[in-house]
């Protein structure tokens, strides 16, 4: 059974506008008007109510192909003479390695 079925817009619109408001977190409103520009007509609160419905299942269906992502970071300094003077270069990086 198709998560799309019996909708008025094609999935790949359903998608793209899913897409877009979670990789750059743009408001309802100007995700309609960016869709307006490309000749489909969209209501934020649609927008809003396609959001809510598919992002749960969407990010169920992607995380398995995302890995390993840590919580934990560190920064890691060394200090380094350049030209007599000291410096301090930091280098930030994850627990991924240990």
Known sequence: MS?????RFPAEIILLCVRWYWKYGISYRDLAGMMQERG????PSTLFRWV????PELEKRVRRYQGFQSGSWRVDETYVRVGGAGRICSQWSTNMES
């Open 40 to 43: 489909v007509e969209l209501d």
């Open 52 to 55: 809510q419905r598919y992002a």
């Open 3 to 7: 998560l799309f079925k019996r909708r």
